[in-house]
């Protein structure tokens, strides 16, 4: 039986099982029978679709859903659903209701201008993570491309940098590797996805 929920009230049955390291499966569906389903193992959300949509495109089309019937089930059905950002990050997405790809991605202009909090100590921690795939050259091409930091002001200045800095590592797989790190160390930290 599926019981009707608000926005917020969802996002508080989340955030209590992300917080409580809880497993299980939450199901919408709306009244003009949209639906969506979020699977959470131990607190970890590792499963977001929505009728054929599955990952981020998934997560647009359920935080554009006002009110809906939610069913909570112990049980977790696991569906691929792709990579996803970490939980920290889809919980944030889904309270601020907006879906980040990429930082150009539409409906987040004002995150997009919302200020680096500590621009410096985010280049440091590109420079240190491109160390790992460049080596001692890491410092010059991160000042480069940061413009010796003048580049990076706003959030949606990151995406570039980050682009630019992963298109100075060779192998594809090593530079696509380097992008899940920042995710990792920096995205969550600002709620974005770096693509």
Not at 29 to 36: A, I, L
Not at 62 to 82: E, P, Q, V
Not at 84 to 112: C, D, I, W, Y
Not at 142 to 168: F, M, N, P, V
């Amino acid at each position: 039986m599926t019981e009707p929920y608000t926005y917020e009230s969802f996002i508080k049955i989340i955030e209590d099982m992300v917080n409580n390291k809880e497993s299980g499966s939450l199901y919408l569906r709306t009244d003009d029978n949209r639906s969506g389903f979020i699977g959470i193992r131990q607190g970890e959300i590792e499963t977001v679709v929505s009728g054929n949509f599955r990952g981020l495109e998934a997560m647009k089309v359920i935080t554009g859903l006002s009110s809906f019937h939610c069913r909570k089930d112990s049980a977790l059905l696991s569906i691929s659903s792709g990579d996803l950002p970490s939980t920290h990050s889809l919980v944030n997405m889904l309270k601020l209701r907006e879906v980040n790809e990429g930082l150009f991605s539409a409906g987040q202009e004002v995150r997009a201008e919302e200020t680096v909090a500590d621009a410096p100590a985010v280049i440091k921690t590109l420079c240190e993570l491109m160390h790992d795939y460049i080596g001692p050259a890491a410092p010059i091409v991160c000042d480069d491309i940061t413009q010796g930091g003048k580049r990076l002001q706003h959030i949606s200045d990151l995406d570039g940098i980050i682009t630019d800095l992963a298109k100075e590592i060779g192998p594809f797989d090593e530079a696509e590797e380097f992008k899940r790190r920042v995710n990792e160390e920096i995205g969550s930290q600002y709620s974005v996805v770096i693509t």
